[in-house]
């Protein structure tokens, strides 16, 4: 059953709905779904659109700036609710819808330009989180920290803390390999590596190849198919082709995972 979220009601029945909900859960924020133009049934796309925005304003008047308003975009470039809205959630479905096999080197440069977009027209604080789907043969876990996923997953989360003011990341299970819920995960060791707050936004070294300095350390990723080298005051570090790196600062150089 579809909302009648056309019904010129519905923005200011959406508001107090969040109000009261926020209140009683103390909640910072809502997230979205189908945040997006493209609507089955053969709804038309510009009703679609006031819509969304007539819902996000409704929101945002009613919240005040600091609650937080996340949208489901998936792939989309869609800036007409930024001025609204402060987070995006990229779900980044394969196609085929199926497929379970590595993004194309397109798609991944697709993705990094995804989250420069929408960090250059969010509201702040500008939240980006990132789901990419792995490389599927099996489920387990076994499977999910594979060499191959683990490569991935470092370089989507290098992606994710690189490019945006603040990136989340979830290496997720492809919604399709299982009919028993969506966003199964494993939790890799080096997500709980600590290098302290960034001291530095994205310094691009070269097409697809760019890091973030923090207070103890640095990251770094290339998305590119040849290795790199990148030379720095405290040493040269040496960076494969499709890889994410968490580099922590040491008195003679760095010690990268």
């Not at 969010?122 to 789907?133: D, N, S």
């Not at 080096?190 to 760019?210: E, H, Q, R, V, W």
Request: proline share 4%; with cysteine.
């Amino acid at each position: 059953m579809w909302l009648d979220y056309f019904h010129p009601r519905f923005p200011n029945y959406f508001s107090n709905l969040t109000h009261q909900r926020s209140k009683k859960f103390g909640a910072d924020g809502l997230m979205i779904d189908w945040w997006h133009n493209n609507h089955p049934g053969g709804v038309d796309k510009n009703s679609v659109a006031q819509a969304r925005r007539s819902i996000a304003a409704a929101v945002r008047e009613k919240m005040g700036d600091e609650f937080i308003i996340l949208a489901n975009v998936n792939w989309r470039k869609d800036k007409s609710t930024h001025d609204l809205i402060n987070g995006v959630f990229l779900e980044l479905y394969k196609t085929p819808y199926h497929r379970q096999n590595a993004y194309t080197l397109s798609e991944i440069e697709e993705i990094e330009q995804l989250i420069e977009f929408h960090n250059a027209y969010l509201m702040e604080p500008k939240l980006i989180a990132l789901e990419p789907w792995r490389i599927t043969k099996e489920i387990s876990d076994d499977d999910r920290n594979s060499e191959e996923n683990r490569k991935y997953a470092k370089l989507f989360a290098a992606m994710a803390t690189v490019i945006p003011k603040n990136g989340y990341i979830l290496y997720a299970d492809g919604n399709p390999d299982t009919p028993k819920g969506d966003h199964a995960h494993f939790f890799y060791d080096f997500y709980n590596i600590d290098l302290g707050k960034p001291t530095s936004s994205m310094t691009k070294i070269d097409d697809g190849i760019a890091y973030k300095m923090f207070e103890h350390g640095l990251i770094i990723y290339n998305r590119t198919n040849r290795p790199a080298k990148v030379k720095f005051e405290k040493g040269e570090i040496e960076i494969g082709a499709l890889e994410g790196l968490i580099c922590e600062e040491l008195t003679l150089g760095w010690n990268c995972t």
